[in-house]
């Protein structure tokens, strides 16, 4: 199932044509299933990973309500990159190199792309949050 969450997340980030954002949600999470099952992911686990999916007003909101990204570039950059955050970057980029090397080939996405939204979202892992993964990532994707 983590397999499937990172596929679905990469693909989320990486969207084609066919995962066009926005429209009817359901036709948007139709498209995510039947990429998961092209991508060779089995019925029971798409049905299983899809059956209680929704969009989340509160992520919308929440995502809407960011100020940080009214922000001028340098001053959001300041408050967001510290030598704290770099540092674990460069550990962290290290530590999973060949995780980083497989997503790069697999799906296109670099590991400094990844890397900055690991910090940036999580702290790397510091801080979890309290919505729910799955529909945080399908609401802001088809938002």
């Known amino acids: ?6 596929a679905l997340f990469i693909a989320a980030l990486s969207a084609t044509p066919a995962l066009a954002c926005g429209g009817n949600f359901g036709t948007f999470v139709n498209g ?8 060779g992911h089995s019925q029971n686990a798409v049905n299983t990973f899809f059956s ?4 989340d007003a509160k992520v919308i909101r929440a995502d809407r309500a960011q ?29 999973w190199d060949s995780v980083f ?13 990844l890397l900055a939204f690991w910090a940036f979202e ?6 979890q949050g309290n919505f729910n ?9 088809h938002d």
Not at 1 to 6: D, H, I, N, R, V
Not at 52 to 55: E, G, L, P, Y
């Open 67 to 95: 100020g940080i990204f009214q922000m001028p570039f340098v001053d959001f950059s300041r408050r967001l990159i510290s030598n704290n955050r770099l540092q674990s970057a460069q550990r962290n980029a290290a530590k």
């Open 32 to 39: 995510l299933k039947s990429e998961a099952l092209s991508k």
């Open 1 to 6: 199932m983590k397999s499937l969450t990172t």
């Open 52 to 55: 209680d999916v929704r969009i």
């Open 122 to 127: 999580t702290d790397f892992g510091a801080v």
């Open 133 to 141: 993964t799955v529909n945080a990532l399908l609401t802001l994707s």
């Open 101 to 113: 090397d497989r997503v790069e080939q697999q799906y296109g996405v670099s590991r400094g792309v």
